[in-house]
């Protein structure tokens, strides 16, 4: 008996008003300046994103394994990337490449038009699809595929956002950016990235980075 009891209390403890507002205050320490952001991060029920074993560490700022070899990113680099993207985002449509459990893309959804978003494991986007549909979340499109390839059907985007790491930015990308668009990008081996910034100024491509990050690899399926 003592058991569920005591199981129930943690269930309502760790997913509570303070857990979320230690969160966003956390990033708020880090630097996330953005409101529309940091609201989001105290929004979404991260728990409901990993495995029920680890849900009690669902709002510490760190990736966690869902599964599959993936991880759900650390909230301090989706709050940055997410803050980075719509600092230069004036269009309505982005293009997410690596949607795994969806996190990204639950952050991101209310504060934009469309998300059209690309996952190579099709297991892993049937899920995603479920699970952001029971968050009442519509404006996203789904499609199992390679990255490297983006989804030229819909682009160009005003917004690209990519969640797993390529040794190189992949030149399809680049042109499904539309002119004054924004693409946020992890660059780099496993463990070295750099999280880079590129926008398209018509004439030239400029490229800021915005610091080390740590992602999976976008994996080449291509051989
Ligand atoms: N955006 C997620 C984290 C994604 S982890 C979050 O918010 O938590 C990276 C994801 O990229 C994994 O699901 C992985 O399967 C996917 N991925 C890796 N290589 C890919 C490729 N070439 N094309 C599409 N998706 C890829």
């Known amino acids: 008996m003592a058991g ?5 209390r943690q269930g309502i403890g760790m997913t509570s008003a303070r857990t979320r507002d ?6 708020r320490d880090q630097g996330i300046r953005n409101e529309a952001v940091l609201e989001q991060i105290r929004n ?4 409901l994103f990993v495995d029920e074993a680890l849900a009690s560490r669902a709002y510490e700022d760190t990736a966690l394994p869902i599964g599959l070899g993936q991880t759900i990113s650390q ?3 989706v709050a940055r990337m997410t803050e980075a993207l719509l600092d230069g985002f004036q269009g309505e449509k982005v293009l997410e490449v690596g949607t795994g459990c969806g996190y990204q893309t639950a952050v991101l959804a209310p504060l934009v ?23 009442d979340i519509y404006n996203v499109q789904f499609k ?9 059907k819909y682009g160009p985007y005003d917004g690209i956002i990519v969640t797993a790491a390529p040794d190189e930015i992949p030149q399809k990308l680049l042109e499904q950016l539309a002119p004054g668009g924004r693409m946020i990008i992890p660059v780099g081996p496993q463990g070295v990235q750099d999280l880079v910034m590129i926008t398209n100024r018509n004439d030239h491509y400029e490229q800021v980075s915005l610091g080390a990050v740590s992602f999976v690899p976008l994996v080449k399926d291509r051989s």
């Open 144 to 152: 199992p595929g390679d990255g490297w390839e983006g989804w030229r």
């Open 4 to 8: 569920p009891v005591i199981d129930i």
């Open 22 to 27: 230690r969160l966003v205050q956390r990033l």
């Open 113 to 135: 038009k469309q998300i059209y978003t690309v996952e190579r494991i099709p297991e892993l986007l049937r899920k995603t699809r479920q699970r952001l549909r029971d968050l």
């Open 75 to 77: 909230p301090y680099v």
């Open 44 to 47: 979404v029920p991260r728990h």
